[in-house]
């Protein structure tokens, strides 16, 4: 959807822990926001209103994932083959 948004020019963001995802590898973290995220502003946009509020998810799926994934996903998306339940 968006696949050309930046994150907000501030100084460096750590996401905070999330208790659904305790152990070190966060693929499934990352991969999580991810959705959360398309869902949020896939909300937000039929309901005619700013996807400001799905902004935490993109600075959590931005820090944690890969660029190259996120391209990938993207251009899945774009596409119609995105596997993930947007």
Same mark, same amino acid.
């Given at each position: ?28 973290? =990352?991969?999580?926001? *991810?959705?959360? !995220?398309?869902?949020?502003?896939? /909300? ?5 209103? +700013?996807?400001?509020? =799905?902004?935490?998810? *993109?600075?959590? !799926?931005?820090?944690?994932?890969? /660029? ?5 996903? +993207? ?6 083959? *995105?596997?993930?339940?947007?």
């Amino acid at each position: 959807m968006l696949d050309t948004q930046k994150p907000p020019r501030k100084k460096r963001w750590t996401p905070p822990f999330d208790p659904r995802f305790p152990n070190q590898n966060q693929t499934r973290n =990352c991969y999580q926001n *991810f959705l959360e !995220y398309q869902r949020c502003v896939k /909300t937000m946009s039929r309901r005619g209103k +700013n996807s400001e509020p =799905c902004e935490y998810y *993109f600075r959590v !799926y931005n820090s944690l994932c890969p /660029t190259s994934w996120v391209q990938h996903w +993207n251009e899945q998306i774009k596409d119609g083959t *995105f596997a993930g339940k947007i």
